[in-house]
Nanobody, 115 residues
Framework: QVQLVESGGGLVQAGGSLRLSCAAS????????MGWYRQAPGKEREKVAR???????NYANSVKGRFTISRDNAKNTVYLQMSSLIPEDTAVYYC?????????WGQGTQVTVSS
């Protein structure tokens, strides 16, 4: 069964930090690019960060230097460490697995940054 389960969202003040986790079923995690995306109210979903199975990363310009994506291949888990959060980071954050059979998504976790 294909499954992606996010956790770690919540309410934080501007300047604070949060760490998101995404546990994935092995069939879609191993060897595939994993990513974090977000969707704010009234906006389209956008890429936040992605990481290859080998650990290469790329980030949206808006989060460079503030967010760090990582993965633990032994635990089939991808993380997003978010620091220096700003109100514009408020969104539902989704974990995604980008595979040759298609893209898979978690249910999302809400991140709200208060000013």
């Amino acid at each position: 069964q294909v499954q992606l389960v996010e956790s770690g969202g919540g309410l934080v003040q501007a300047g604070g930090s949060l760490r998101l986790s995404c546990a994935a079923s092995g069939s879609i995690f191993s060897g595939n690019v994993m990513g974090w995306y977000r969707q704010a109210p009234g906006k389209e979903r956008e890429k936040v960060a992605r990481i290859t199975s080998g650990g290469f990363t790329n980030y949206a310009n808006s989060v460079k230097g503030r967010f760090t994506i990582s993965r633990d291949n032994a635990k089939n888990t991808v993380y997003l460490q978010m620091s220096s959060l700003i109100p514009e980071d408020t969104a539902v954050y989704y974990c995604g697995a980008l595979t040759g059979r298609g893209n898979y998504w978690g249910q999302g976790t809400q991140v709200t940054v208060s000013s």
